[in-house]
């Protein structure tokens, strides 16, 4: 096959079947493309015995994405690597990669199909014990071994030479910290929130904050990290929590996966005003995903700091509470990545059902206008939060 050539159903079982270790030789397989995603082909191939995998190829022709930015193929290679990265030290919370090829820019990947999206679940109320803990062991995990203070300063500087991802960070440049606060074509927001937008685009104090986050994230190598944590990019059951998709990984900020798997979890939060109509079992929902996001940002600041007691390599300060501090600082950057998802996700293009799935649309307003008013409160008071507590008292205070 031809470098680049775009697939389709026959090419992608062709292409598995030239590996000869994903299928038994006998394996008769069949191939479904079920993905819409603007960057990649996405295909399930299965045998007749419902073994199966799905493969990813970095779209050929998804040389704009519809919103002016051009994009490289170099996006498969930082997504394989990162896979490989994470799942090196946090394999349970990780889908596992079993293939990569540079010059087709295809990605082989276990198939997650018997788990579920969690946007979809929570959307039906439904919950999961382990969220919290499993989120908080991958963020930990995954963001420590690739820090200061655990890598040599030559191996981390080479890492982030290696993942530099330029065109995926100015999507996400734009749609945080530009469009929800200048305005842009891309804005589909519904003429009922002009005045809350307008009002969002006049604060001094907002913008302000906006700017530093901005500043952090262009700025702050400070771990590889997922750079596309969603609802949308986690599969979970009972037992099992993956995460998938970091196609926009890069060295930056730990806060921001951190701050965007939380404010994924109030924007459900806020949704369901909209979605359970039965008080009491929107009382169990609320508290729910408050308990999760409370055990997540106590399980991420204890790990961070027994991953630094026990593995830590000397190549950071050894000044007393060093690590205490960094970790405190990490907590409100995450603070203020998750307002910044709330706000672009009412704002701008990539908007979740969540929300836009409400029926009632005057339900549905008045969430999005919580939502918006959530985001910036996080963002103006995220400086102000000196403790893990801190920090959850200041999202139970702006939603209750």
């Not at 990780?94 to 990569?100: A, G, N, Q």
């Not at 993942?163 to 842009?184: K, M």
């Not at 990984?249 to 965007?260: E, M, N, R």
Request: net charge neutral; charged share 20%; with cysteine.
């Amino acid at each position: 096959m031809s470098a680049n050539q775009a697939f389709d159903n026959d090419r992608a079982i062709e292409y598995i079947n030239n590996q000869g270790d994903l299928f038994p030789p006998d394996a008769n397989l069949s191939c479904n493309k079920f993905s819409n995603d603007k960057l990649y082909l996405v295909f399930r191939i299965t045998d007749q015995h419902q073994r199966s995998v799905i493969l990813k190829q970095a779209r050929p022709d998804a040389h704009d994405t519809g919103a002016g930015w051009p994009q490289a193929l170099e996006r498969a290679r930082i997504e394989a690597s990162t896979l490989r990265r994470h799942g090196k030290v946090c394999p349970a919370q990780t889908v596992r990669m079993l293939h990569h090829d540079s010059e087709q820019a295809i990605i082989i990947l276990e198939d997650l199909g018997h788990l579920h999206v969690l946007r979809t679940e929570l959307n039906a109320g439904r919950t999961f014990a382990n969220l919290g803990r499993d989120a908080a062991r991958y963020l930990a995990t995954t963001s420590f071994y690739h820090s200061d203070f655990y890598l040599a300063p030559e191996d981390k500087k080479a890492l982030i030479q290696s993942f530099t991802n330029p065109q995926l960070c100015s999507i996400t440049e734009t749609v945080f910290f530009d469009d929800p606060y200048r305005g842009s074509a891309r804005d589909p927001y519904t003429d009922a929130l002009h005045n809350e937008v307008n009002k969002l685009r006049q604060n001094t104090a907002l913008k302000l904050a906006v700017a530093r986050l901005r500043h952090s994230f262009q700025s702050s190598s400070q771990t590889l990290v997922h750079g596309n944590i969603h609802s949308g990019s986690l599969f979970v059951d009972d037992t099992t929590t993956k995460f998938t998709d970091p196609k926009f990984a890069f060295f930056g900020p730990i806060g921001l996966d951190l701050g965007c798997f939380i404010g994924n979890l109030l924007l459900n939060f806020c949704a369901q005003h909209g979605r359970i109509k039965a008080a009491s079992k929107r009382r169990d929902m609320h508290t729910y995903l408050l308990r999760t996001i409370d055990i997540c940002l106590s399980e991420f600041e204890q790990q961070w700091v027994e991953l630094c007691a026990q593995h830590g390599t000397g190549n950071t300060p050894q000044a007393a509470d060093h690590v205490e501090h960094f970790v405190r600082a990490a907590l409100q950057d995450a603070v203020g990545y998750c307002g910044s998802e709330m706000i672009r996700r009412i704002t701008g293009q990539a908007q979740v059902s969540d929300l836009d799935e409400i029926e009632d649309a005057q339900a549905r307003l008045r969430a999005q206008r919580l939502a918006l008013e959530v985001g910036q409160q996080l963002i103006l008071h995220a400086r102000s939060c000196q403790s893990k507590n801190a920090c959850y008292q200041l999202i139970i205070s702006v939603l209750l």
